[in-house]
């Protein structure tokens, strides 16, 4: 048969791996689709940046458009990145019934349902595994493996960056700024490394993940996006001696009234797999009322693990060739006019338990005004732990873990302690979830 | 759409587990599917014994055949277990050109060669996710989420029970016999635990994986099977001093010379995520050289996680139907005619560390004589143990983990070290795998 010819727009670190993956294991992956996938044409805005792979056969173009007007080419991969040209070009590609890979989860987040309406019209599919989790097949495995299964709740360590800047903390006691600028040399992070450390690359990926497993539209916007750059070395080690970890999760919860979209720090109980998730590694929890709970770990960035995705797209995309539309795995997992609108609650109605943070005088009658006001706005207290100051200081560390409690009513609690005459005027809230 | 109409053969927990599924995620799963999914017709060997599922609307009977022969069945689902009937009985749905699935690991271990031969031949699929892993996808992840990598190795906690027992030594000092009886008790293990323990349940599910991972038949016959049952707490103790943790994994690995097939209980470092998975719970680490690490985990057993797995089947078959057999997913993840028989290592050509365990006399010299032995067989030792004898016992304990060596190598160094003068008579011999 003969082989399959892919376009490929953007030759940066991710298409290059894509094109030294795809010719190494050439051999492996036609055992697989049972025909060759070739890269036939390339475009990238600078042709005379040297590549980290063998170019030889490509044609290449500084014009995206030349690869996508290509009439020879069966499926573009878009690489780009962005919601510039990248949008632009996946439309235009979809326009001319071409299929289309990307690993772009801003495009997907943001313009999703377009795309899909759009691909749907024209009978052709845009595969985007790549987009959420790196390597990690996560996309898959909700979409199909768990079609048997109403999803109640999933959680995820979505970003690399984040993971290792509280592994580290963590491990050796690190302060957040200190991190972020070592991850920056190593090239984890960006130098403007907003999206990552402020939760926004994440609540994208959440994005996708909540709309695949509980058949409702992207919406991005809707979103509760919480970054850890507030996160203190005093309350990483706080949680440890609770026997907690904190990590920076997306949480996506279906309840009776709605469902919750949340990136945010979160303490989890040490012993759970999902906090021996350490550095730049992800994971994705999803708790299925069928299955119970799995999940699904590995490297959530990087060249080679995200071409790996790239390429599984390509051979599914490949297989789905020749078949009816209609028999396709749906985008999002369930049919497009399936998809159900459910209500995304504000951050106020979302239900966790918390770890609070603050600093009190140590005189008696402190810690029984804030119980207090904990038990009038009937907030259960889990543990507590007092720390007498240090010398020559005359504020006590107080922490207490709550059972959990809609926000609303713990916003409520937090603003009454705050006005009590013995507390300083800042309680800190970190989220916190059981994930049992 | 019509409804796809399944007959289903063996009505026990599983079973009951896919009626009940099926019943309560109708909607979801019809959402997903793009049409319903319902069982019409079941058989059960005895219908007067109660199920844990609402029956009404399935036409029962006593006899498979009459399920199998049924024309209006679209889909076949095995779970009667064992390669007698369910033999017979899969073969006969292939002959009727009916598609299969099974959560039967032995038989597609023993007999998936033929079974897979024949359903090509007559353009019908067996899926068999439930086989492997029970509800965790690690079937679909390798088969098709991997398709663009050259799988290295894999190693998984593949038998819950094993894990179990391994897990509660561990945690709570407890004895293998005892821990046995309550897996018992509980429900886990059968009454002949063979299966379970002696490695034989691992053994069949890794076959399976490492034909999907290495495009190999299935060759259940030359797995290395070694079981748990000779895992004594003290051990299990040492291992934990040194790092370790000891898990009953099955383990096949791509070499220059072969493929290394072996279930054996192992020493992994405890910072590895898959040493951290415990009780009843499984999971699959794979390496591959574009994704590199990721692992699976979840629920190995049990009615419900079975049947998502089963129910995840029926979905893929569904949009199977209608699609030209040459473009689904091959039954072993490559193209029959692109399966290659790479040669099974004998174990004594497998290359692993080791801790091993012996009593020595307490006197000057004795380690020097074993690790002389060691060196001369040019094995690398990467710690040492050494425990003084309890009061009125004359025999130290030594403990020592080596670098990896071939097999053979060890078997000698382990003759010569029986044969010293000054030690007991028997080593124990635990392989240690670093999975990194």
Redesign the interface.
């Known amino acids: 048969m003969e082989a399959v010819k892919v376009g490929l727009l953007g030759l940066g670190t991710v298409g290059s791996?894509v094109v030294r993956?795809?010719a190494?294991?050439d051999e492996?992956?036609?055992?697989?689709?049972?025909r060759a996938i070739r890269v036939v044409r390339a475009a990238s805005r600078d042709l005379s940046v040297r590549r980290d792979c063998d170019l030889s056969g490509i044609a290449l173009t500084d014009r995206a458009q030349d690869v996508v007007d290509d009439p020879d080419i069966d499926i573009v991969v878009e690489l780009i990145g962005g919601t510039g040209i990248a949008y632009e070009m996946v439309l235009r590609a979809i326009d001319q019934g071409k299929h289309v890979v990307t690993a772009n989860k801003a495009l997907i987040a943001l313009h999703g349902n377009e795309i899909f309406a759009r691909a749907s019209e024209r009978g052709v599919t845009v595969a985007f595994?790549a987009a959420v989790g790196g390597?990690?097949?996560v996309i898959?495995?909700i979409r199909?493996?768990?079609?048997?299964?109403?999803i109640e709740w999933l959680a995820g360590i979505i970003n690399g960056t984040g993971n290792f800047i509280l592994s580290e903390m963590r491990d050796k006691g690190r302060d957040f700024e200190d991190v972020l600028s070592e991850a920056q040399s190593l090239g984890y992070a960006e130098a403007d490394p907003t999206f990552d450390v402020e939760g926004i690359d994440a609540a994208h990926k959440l994005t996708i993940l909540a709309s695949i497993a509980f058949?409702i539209p992207l919406q991005y916007e809707r979103v509760y996006t919480e970054g850890i750059t507030r996160i203190t070395r005093e309350d990483v080690t706080y949680a440890a001696e609770l026997g907690y970890r904190i990590k920076h999760l997306g949480i996506a919860r279906r309840r009776d009234s709605g469902v919750e979209l949340r990136v945010h720090p979160t303490l989890i109980p040490h012993r759970r797999?999902i906090a021996?998730?350490d550095g730049v590694m992800n994971a994705v929890l999803v708790r299925?009322?069928?299955?119970?709970?799995?999940?699904?770990?590995?490297?959530g960035a990087?060249a080679?693990?995200t071409?790996?995705?790239?390429?599984?797209d390509?051979?599914?995309v490949t297989?789905?060739?020749?078949?009816?539309p209609?028999?396709?795995?749906?985008h999002l997992?369930?049919?497009p006019e399936?998809l159900i609108d459910l209500p995304v609650l504000p951050i106020g109605e979302a239900v966790t338990a918390y770890y609070l943070h603050l600093r009190a005088q140590d005189r008696p009658g402190v810690l029984a005004d804030i119980t207090r006001i904990l038990g009038d706005l009937s907030i259960s207290i889990e543990a507590v732990l007092q720390r007498q100051p240090a010398e020559e200081a005359t504020d006590a560390s107080i922490v207490i873990v709550t059972a959990a409690v809609r926000e609303a009513n713990m916003d409520e609690a937090i603003r009454r302690i705050e006005a009590l005459d013995t507390t300083a005027d800042h309680v800190t809230r970190i989220r916190l979830e059981n994930l049992n």
Chains 1, 2 share one sequence.
Request: no cysteine; aromatic share 4%; hydrophobic share 45%.
């Open positions: 791996g993956v795809l190494r294991n492996e992956i036609s055992r697989r689709a049972g595994e390597g990690i097949p898959k495995a199909e493996a768990l079609a048997g299964n109403t058949g797999l021996n998730v299925a009322d069928a299955v119970g709970s799995t999940l699904y770990y590995g490297p990087g080679e693990p071409a790996s995705a790239v390429v599984a390509l051979v599914d297989r789905a060739l020749t078949v009816d209609n028999n396709r795995v749906p997992a369930f049919q399936a």
